[in-house]
């Protein structure tokens, strides 16, 4: 089973960028469909971006297309959100998982790492 870790969280401002990693062992990701999901407090997981890892499909959450972009790496097995035009409503945990369907829906996906916070402050 792959093991994901996640990274690049931080404390930002309005507009600025960030790129998180998810960095995969124990298996590769080929075979796979990875993606980003976040979770704000009291609100429910929700999907972000998600990436097709041989065919290189992406799909992203309407309220994120345009600023952020998935990518992979699949000789270092990571994956990465890079974030521009932060919003504060972007501010929550964001967690990395894998999964063998092209899917927004939570219960497709497994493996989750343990996520990363981001801040954005007005």
């Known amino acids: 089973q792959v093991q994901l870790v996640e990274s690049g969280g931080g404390l930002v401002q309005a507009g600025d960028s960030l790129r998180l990693s998810c960095a995969a062992s124990?298996?590769?990701?080929?075979?796979?469909?990875m993606g980003w999901f976040r979770q704000a407090p009291g609100k429910e997981r929700e999907f972000v971006a998600g990436?097709?890892?041989?065919?290189?499909?992406?799909w992203y959450a309407d309220s994120v297309k345009g600023r952020f972009t998935i990518s992979g790496d699949n000789a270092e097995n990571t994956m990465y959100l890079q974030m521009n035009s932060l919003k504060p409503e972007d501010t929550a945990v964001y967690y990395c998982?894998?999964?063998?369907?092209?899917?927004?829906?939570?219960?497709?996906?497994?493996?989750w790492g343990q996520g990363t916070q981001v801040t954005v402050s007005s």
């Open positions: 998982a894998s999964s063998r369907a092209l899917s927004r829906a939570v219960n497709d996906f497994g493996s």
């Open positions: 990436i097709s890892w041989s065919g290189g499909v992406t």
């Open positions: 124990g298996r590769t990701f080929s075979g796979y469909a």
